[in-house]
DNA sequence: TTGTATGCGTTATCAC
DNA sequence: GTGATAACGCATACAA
């Protein structure tokens, strides 16, 4: 099953053997039909041990992702940024591995989680983030490690990363809320520890401001937890506190979000109009069906996928990728 | 970084460096402290690679999965799939890499994806077969693969496999509508050819004649593709055939049929009592909230990936593990 | 309790 | 165009 059996079965070296399957240097056209041949007839696999142990090369790269028991939504989307992934790979014979850690988890642990794959077994890791501290990845960024960021960035650093436009998917949908009649638009967000947290308010406010409403605090609320819990909790609030529309930034607060109006018997989207994120297919099914901020998960992987194979080719460039997100107008907002 | 280097280090062995990072010899306590403190202060990490080679062993398994690109909810199943192996996994040090293959194809190309991770790669593979041929998989037996089939067994074989009762899913959806005054129950279905599909086929007949009922052939639509417009097409014929009550067993064509239901005016649970297969919190939120029998995905995961450690630790036995699936009672039944 | 030495299957360097 | 052979880092059989 080896290389050397090959050799024995041809007559000829095990060097010639490898380079006429590699194509690494010039091979006479006998010599090469030789070795296919006995190649074929013994059903031959390069062993990747051998392989990796003398190339460093592993042709295996690390997906890890934060899981949170409360929000499987979180993990679909990842799910959808996987089959990306795995879409380019699967073109260059690269695997993936799936590692995760815990949502709740400090930088620290998700670190840890990440050491575990390290430089002697994974070519690259795409990453999503922890929090937006970039401490942890500078020590990927020691070991040397190429690594690219998805879904959400880190700050004040180079790093590569791919994500989509969150800060314009709020602004437009802000706005959205806003041509549809709504006055009052508050926002049900996630917390500003991570990117695209922060981004999402971000683009929430300059939407407020560029309409020309006055932003209200008592309209935000930021949430810790992605739970329908919360979202039920907070929506409750918010509606109590006069909101005619609202934008809710995760698509579990979303779920939960629409869960308390609709027990409370507020129409949706004559008294409320809302907007939430991520979409999905059952969100045609609700009543009404929810107009959502669409993320292209399936293509940050794809991209994200790219780049790092970029990386591995010794293409040392960090890429800041941004891809669009779009409004999926259904009939919630207005 | 190598265990030389921490040979030289101390002024001992490889060999004896070796057992004391691996307590597989005794080693003096003074000599394992030194080797300790010095593989600490280098940082040591094992080679895998090299100890891949040596061993024979990777220390990691495979997941395949089949992704069909009209219906990502599968994927997100076999997502909380693989979140349950990952979880047993990270107790064992073990790593997953994840591949796929079009859910169209034919057992064929099923096995071409298995076979790029070969014995040399991966210590075993955790799999959702294509179909219910077992040929394909006699060649994995072969090849001395340890694998563990998950969600879909294969005909006639002692496979080792994990699934949920598929069969008393569907005997009890089926007898829910019943006790809820449906008497006119369709069934759309996925087709026979998986085991998933055919075991749910069987509930329903099943419950059909123990329930006293007639089996009406034109109740029945069993679908090739599991799309959203084919749910809602042949809820659209079944309709217009006379049913009162409809389970369907897969969860885009559910789908699809609430979707058509809610087009045409029909009242659920008034006039069609309708039962879905999987649970997704989603389902809370359509109106009315939707009936579905669940299966336990994560739980599928982590007992598969429990019984392929089982094998790779040589216990050579083939288990099958049916889990139980249970009906998540809402409105959308009667 | 420890050390020596071999080989796992490749790729790559050097020589021819 | 080809062949010997070293080396990748580790685990282990055999010696001591």
Not at 34 to 42: F, N, Q, S
């Amino acid at each position: 099953m080896s290389i050397k059996k090959i050799a024995e079965m041809t007559g000829l070296s095990t060097a010639t053997v490898s380079h006429a399957l590699n194509n690494n240097r010039k091979v006479s056209d006998s010599s090469r039909q030789k070795v296919l041949i006995a190649a074929h007839e013994i059903g031959y696999r390069p062993n990747l041990a051998a392989r990796m142990l003398r190339t460093q090369k592993s042709s295996t790269i690390a997906f890890v992702i934060p899981t949170d028991e409360l929000n499987r939504n979180a993990n679909y989307f990842y799910m959808d940024v996987l089959l990306g992934i795995r879409k380019k790979l699967a073109e260059t014979n690269y695997y993936v591995i799936v590692s995760n850690y815990g949502a709740s988890a400090e930088g620290e642990k998700s670190l840890r989680a990440v050491q575990v794959l390290q430089k002697q077994w994974v070519d690259g890791i795409i990453l999503v983030p922890s929090s937006r501290n970039p401490n942890q990845l500078n020590i990927l960024k020691e070991m040397g490690v190429p690594f690219v960021l998805v879904d959400r960035r880190v700050d004040g650093s180079d790093f590569s990363c791919v994500d989509s436009s969150n800060e314009t998917g709020a602004y437009e949908a802000v706005s959205l809320l806003a041509r549809s009649g709504k006055k009052k638009i508050g926002l049900l967000g996630g917390g500003l520890g991570v990117s695209s947290g922060a981004m999402r308010y971000s683009g929430y406010k300059k939407a407020i401001h560029s309409l020309g409403f006055d932003y209200e605090d008592e309209y935000v609320i930021l949430a810790k937890q992605y739970s329908i819990e919360n979202g039920r909790l907070f929506a409750r609030e918010l509606l109590a506190r006069g909101i005619d529309g609202l934008f809710v930034s995760d698509n579990v607060l979303t779920m939960g979000a629409v869960l308390e109006l609709n027990s409370q018997g507020v129409k949706i989207p004559e008294d409320i109009g809302i907007i939430g994120y991520d979409d999905f297919d059952w969100m045609d099914m609700i009543t009404p069906p929810l107009t959502t901020v669409k993320q292209p998960a399936y293509q940050m992987g794809y991209v994200a996928a790219e780049m790092m194979m970029r990386k591995i080719i010794g293409m040392d460039v960090n890429e800041k990728v941004m891809l669009d997100t779009s409004i999926v107008v259904r009939k919630s907002h207005g």
